[in-house]
């Protein structure tokens, strides 16, 4: 994966920052395409965070709102990924924390946890014994197996949740250790 810095954007030849820093300064063409670049990232992110698809749109809308509210006060338009992953992963922290909030006080139905079925042929028995075990998981939890799933380096996550490499391969082990504990109990 290239680093922030090289990465280029698609429609010119400038870096991510130098789009970042117009963006910053009201170009309302690098703040859109800025949006557009990330837009199917951010969707896939929430959606291993929620685990919803019904959630995705909303809250993806969210964050982006919340990145054009924020980028004037962005220091280091170089560290935007990290930052706009930062900004994501709590938007659906929170998110979860309320969700979890209202089911307090409203009463559960299943059709609320209603998941669409991928297409494909996939194994269902072990598609939902995956599902359950990933529900088991703290949403911090599912947010750093997201980051590995998109094919971030440790360095890269560490920034994101601004801690150090070392934090984030023992958080890993054990999120993954947690995974494979509730995966492997419901396999038999």
Known sequence: MQSNDTRMDESSTTTLGDQVRRAQAGDEAAMRQLIVSYQNRVAGFVYAITGRSDSVEDLAQVIFVKMVRALPRLNAPEQFESWLFRLAR???????????????????????????????????????????????????????LALVQEGRSHAEIAETLRTSVAAVKARLHRAREHLRQHYTTDEH
């Open 90 to 144: 709590n938007t659906c922290i929170d998110h979860l924390r309320r969700q979890k909030l209202r089911r307090i006080f409203t009463p559960f139905a299943p059709e609320h946890e209603n998941v669409p079925e991928p297409d494909g042929a996939v194994d269902s028995e072990e598609l939902d014994a995956l599902r359950f075990a990933l529900a088991q998981l703290r949403p911090k939890d599912r947010a750093l």
